[in-house]
């Protein structure tokens, strides 16, 4: 008889406790799928957020903002944009250039000041970069020439103001005095980020050139690669790409006397996206440990049927079984209840994912207002993701099975005989 | 016992000398530095580490507690700020509406400057916000000066506690320290040259420096004053600002 075939029919003997073993596996492959399909979900958010709203792919600025970046310094522009920007559609790779006047300050109401983020955007352009119109929850967007600003749900809740009510923002200027003006409210902008939500309106970009005392200057120019539609960037390497397009960008505008300028790649930016990345590691070494509690099951439960069946070990010996084949016996037993519990694990897992995919999960507090994530946050199921989850479940418990099985081999067909 | 009596005596007229004394250096500081009325033309050059840029101003004050600067210079063109005796009011050109600055907003830096919108525009009215204490007499920028210790009566002060030192001769500030309740430094003010106008002097130059910035200080200077002269009707008034 086969060994594949006395290992299956020895699995159906006792169905109640290969059901647990099952069972176990089958949790612990559920929970990291859907683990690693929550972690997806958040990762490529974030990566979304952050490319649509603070980086675009490639952020071009000037080099000193970061170093001075507590200071508030606005007066540390893109000069000569237009140019800059004719040079960038110049470089391979780059899709779209999209200008942003960002201007923090602060909004007087009659007992409180409201800090907010005012975002000079060429609509346009911006919709190169985003679905922007999809985000507008009421009203239009702002029409360039006028003092007319999209506000961002929260923002307009924490100021009480609604479509038709104006509001006045006090700012620091480039020429680094003061400047303050008067918007009116024309539409509100549901912005996925908390924290986007809560301190942004966007105004037409040369109502915040005007106010911010700018000639043909921008905070910073944003670009959209070609192979990358974001999800494109997502699925293949989302950084090596990137990076190369900025290292390309940054010698074109040097070359052209730009040299004030840096180019950066999105994943290089965001401390949140390395965050992700390295939580990435840490959610692998959990996957390991809850596999090897649900192996425990598998060993637990191999261990038993060495123990019950001594005698039957001896009388395979005593036949002629080598110790290679006993161990061979059992490892295709614990085979057989690896891959039956993975995969119903896994197939459970992604059918849970699927489902949380689209209704998403709501996490509230657990988001800090600080990352650059909504609250809500919908499950990617990662096919590569899943496919190592499988075999990584399979070969953990079935290796787990080979541990019991080496002590049955190493049996004597007389003591095992001698057992009751 | 009776000698100690005696020099105790002694002492107590001495002490109530000082602390009047104190009172009056203030009072004929404050005669010099705060006018009935007033119109000066002006410079703030701020210095921090991103350079130097200079913004030019025109005040005009009313005693201690009214002033309205308007901005000259390119950058700033237009804009305003009235100090009534309890408001700061900022008018923008660019701005529909006036903003008041309160509470904390008032000690916020104006133009990026080490001074704050508190400071530029008022409540100069010393010995109504302070109890004053004269601890000594010192030499600053070679003039001889009193040193004179401000404690706050109410919070109702950007500073509780300063250190000023009035020049001996012509009572005018020469420095001053500027301090936290808790005896923290602020802000620093030198005074590098003063004026004469109708015969009262006061600061011309002056060096400020916010100790909470780094690699920062702004200079005050004004080029041209006229003091105790007539004002239009209603130029501290919140319409004044729209002119």
Not at chain 1, 199 to 205: A, Q
Not at chain 1, 239 to 257: F, K
Not at chain 1, 266 to 284: C, G, K, P, R
Not at chain 2, 19 to 48: C, F, K, P, W, Y
């Amino acid at each position: 008889m086969k060994l594949s075939t006395i290992a299956f029919r020895n699995i159906s003997r006792n169905r109640r406790r290969s059901l647990l073993s099952i069972t176990a596996i089958a949790v612990a492959a559920l929970s990291i799928t859907g683990l690693f399909s929550l972690v997806e979900g958040m990762r490529i958010e974030l990566a979304t957020n952050i490319q649509s709203y603070s980086t675009g792919e490639v952020r071009i600025r000037h080099s000193d903002v970061d170093r001075f970046e507590i200071l508030n310094p606005v007066h540390l522009t893109v000069e000569n944009a237009t140019e800059v920007m004719t040079i960038l559609d110049g470089v391979e790779g780059v899709a779209a250039t999209v200008p942003r006047v960002e201007f923090p300050g602060a909004i007087f109401l009659d007992d409180d000041t409201v800090r907010a983020v005012g975002v000079g955007i060429d609509l346009e352009r911006e919709r190169a970069l985003h679905d922007i119109d999809a985000r507008l929850v009421s009203g239009r967007f702002a029409e360039p020439g006028r003092n007319e600003a999209v506000v961002g749900t929260r923002l307009a809740r924490e100021l009480g103001l609604g479509i038709g009510e104006r509001f006045t923002i006090l700012t620091t200027t480039a020429l680094r005095g003061s400047n303050a003006m008067t918007f009116e409210i024309v539409g509100l902008i549901d912005l996925p980020v908390p924290a986007l939500a809560a301190t942004w309106f966007l105004v037409p970009i040369d109502r915040a050139q005007h106010l911010m005392r700018m000639s043909d200057q921008v905070s910073s120019v944003l670009t959209r690669l070609e192979a990358g539609s974001l999800a494109g960037t997502l699925a293949g390497s989302p950084t090596a790409g990137a990076t190369a397009v900025a290292t390309a960008a940054e010698a074109a505008l040097h070359a052209a006397g730009h040299e004030t300028l840096s180019a950066r790649a999105w994943n290089e930016i965001s401390d949140t996206y390395s965050l992700i990345e390295t939580f990435t590691i840490v959610y692998d070494i959990i996957a390991l440990f809850f596999f090897v509690l649900g192996s425990s099951v598998v060993i637990n439960t191999t261990m038993m049927v060495v123990y019950e069946r001594t005698r039957e070990i001896g009388t395979l010996s005593a036949m002629g079984m080598g110790g290679g084949r006993l161990i061979k016996l059992f490892f295709l037993e614990g085979l057989y209840l690896s891959v039956a519990g993975a995969a119903l694990g896994v197939a459970l897992g992604v059918v849970l994912s699927l489902v949380l995919g689209v209704t998403g999960i709501n996490m509230g507090d657990a988001i800090s207002i600080e990352m650059e994530i909504g609250t809500v946050i919908y499950p990617v199921v990662n096919l590569r993701s899943t496919v190592v989850v499988f075999l990584y479940s399979v070969a953990v418990a079935s290796i787990a099975a080979v541990l019991p099985a080496r002590k049955a081999a190493r049996i004597s067909p007389v003591e095992a005989l001698r057992a009751v | 016992m009776k000698a100690a009596a005696i020099v105790l005596m002694a002492l107590i007229p001495a002490a109530a000398l000082v602390a009047q004394s104190a009172e009056e250096i203030i009072t004929r500081m404050e005669q010099n530095q705060v006018h009935d009325t007033s119109r000066m033309e002006g410079r703030l050059i701020i210095n921090d580490r991103f350079g130097s840029r200079t913004s030019s101003f025109i005040s005009h004050a009313r005693g201690a507690d009214d002033a309205l600067i308007e901005f000259t210079s390119a950058g700033e063109r237009g804009q305003k700020v009235l100090r009534t005796r309890d408001e700061v009011y900022l008018f923008y050109p660019d701005a529909a509406e006036l903003i008041r600055l309160q509470g904390a907003a008032l000690r916020d830096s104006m133009l990026g400057s080490d001074v704050s919108y508190e400071d530029m525009t008022g409540n100069r009215a010393l010995l109504d916000n302070y109890r004053v204490r004269l601890t000594g007499e010192e030499t600053v920028a070679g003039r001889p000066t009193f040193r004179v210790e401000l404690e706050a009566r109410s919070r109702n002060v950007a500073y509780p506690r300063q250190t000023i030192w009035v020049d001996r001769e012509l009572f005018v500030m020469r420095r001053a320290e500027q301090f936290s309740a808790n005896g923290r430094l602020l802000k620093e003010v030198e005074v590098k040259e003063t004026m004469e106008v109708s015969g009262l002097t006061f600061p011309a130059r002056m060096v400020i420096r916010d100790v909470l910035k780094r690699n920062s200080s702004t200079e005050f200077v004004i080029d041209t004053a006229e003091v105790n002269i007539s004002l239009p009707r209603n130029i501290f008034s919140l319409e004044s600002l729209r002119w």
